[in-house]
């Protein structure tokens, strides 16, 4: 198992969890400390319908058929332009060049929040591209063309006046790259992780009879009640970015994890793919967040059986007597 010289940063006393089992969650705690994220709250259904108007000519992912119904709509009203890459592996990546706008006509109302993106600078895209890129290379090859229609890399984007990592419109993908002022890896790993997290609403919503969710629920604290199913609120803000023992003991990675079970999802989500195999450690397995990271594996996995080789950990060396 892998270490780390930032656990410290933890609160919770070990009480009854043996030694292994509070390294393990200490391991997973310490990481999510350095770099915790949220995404927008809302989100759009799986069955939304758009305006035609509002519809756009967007590639078919490689290897549909150009006649397949399209539904995505306009990916957004560009105002200077795009610079735009084709991943190895088939997949899209779009920069703006300028301030982006559309009527989040998929969300409920009228009156419709109004999606705004702020583009990445110059000098920033070709290192934002390369971690874009590094983190669509942990999907199985050829994968993501099958089920995305493209990534949109912005700086910052917000619904509204509400800031957030990242969004998703069906199968078309809205990453913020510079949605916190700090550079670096700590920057870069915020960037990998909205990535993840809003591919895995794509997936969970393309895919939803493949997610046994009776299971992932069943991990939750007895009575538990996500807030958009009538629990409680969770504030102003869904971020929680000092996530502590006690919270991943009870079943969540982070505190906007409770907002909706699909917001729980992305949460192990992101990170299994991040750090492959942190959260399906054996101390892990009988813990509830052990136990969520499983069903989501396997529900990876029933998409693409070439996920078990991504997430499962290697196995260990026997250990000295």
């Known amino acids: 198992m892998k270490t780390l010289d930032r656990v410290a940063v933890f609160r919770a006393p070990a009480n009854h969890l043996g030694p292994r089992v509070f390294g393990a969650m200490a391991l997973v705690a310490g990481l999510l400390s350095m770099s915790a ?149 700590r920057q870069d790993d915020y960037t990998t992780r909205a990535v993840h997290h809003e591919i895995s609403s794509v997936l969970l919503n393309k895919h939803r009879g493949l997610f046994d969710e009776a299971r992932f629920r069943s991990a939750n604290p007895p009575g538990f009640v996500y807030a958009d199913e009538g629990g409680p609120k969770l504030g102003s803000s869904p971020v929680n970015t000092s996530p502590e023992m006690p919270e991943m003991k009870y079943g969540f990675l982070a505190n906007y994890a409770r907002q909706n079970l699909e917001q729980d999802f992305n949460s192990f989500a992101e990170v299994m793919l991040w750090e492959p195999g942190i959260l399906l450690e054996p101390e892990l397995s009988e813990m509830p967040i052990g136990r969520k990271a499983r069903a989501v594996r396997d529900f990876y996995v029933a998409i693409d059986t070439r996920f078990a080789s991504i997430f499962d950990p290697p196995p260990r060396a026997p250990e000295a007597p």
């Open 37 to 185: 994220i949220g995404g927008c709250r809302e989100k759009p259904p799986a069955t939304s319908s758009v305006n035609e108007a509002n519809s756009a000519s967007i590639p078919a992912p490689h290897g549909e058929s150009e006649s397949a119904p399209r539904v995505s709509p306009r990916p957004a009203l560009w105002t200077g332009g795009t610079s735009t890459f084709r991943t190895d592996d088939g997949v899209e990546l779009t920069f703006p060049a300028g301030p982006t706008a559309m009527l989040a006509e998929w969300l409920p109302g009228p009156p419709f929040p109004m999606l705004k993106g702020m583009p990445v600078p110059p000098d920033r895209i070709d290192h934002i591209k390369g971690v874009v890129e590094k983190a669509l290379s942990m999907y199985p090859p050829g994968f993501l063309a099958s089920q995305l229609r493209g990534v949109i890399v912005e700086n910052t984007i917000a619904y509204d006046s509400q800031s957030c990592n990242g969004t998703y419109i069906f199968d078309l993908v809205f990453i913020a790259a510079g949605a916190y002022p700090e550079n670096g890896k």
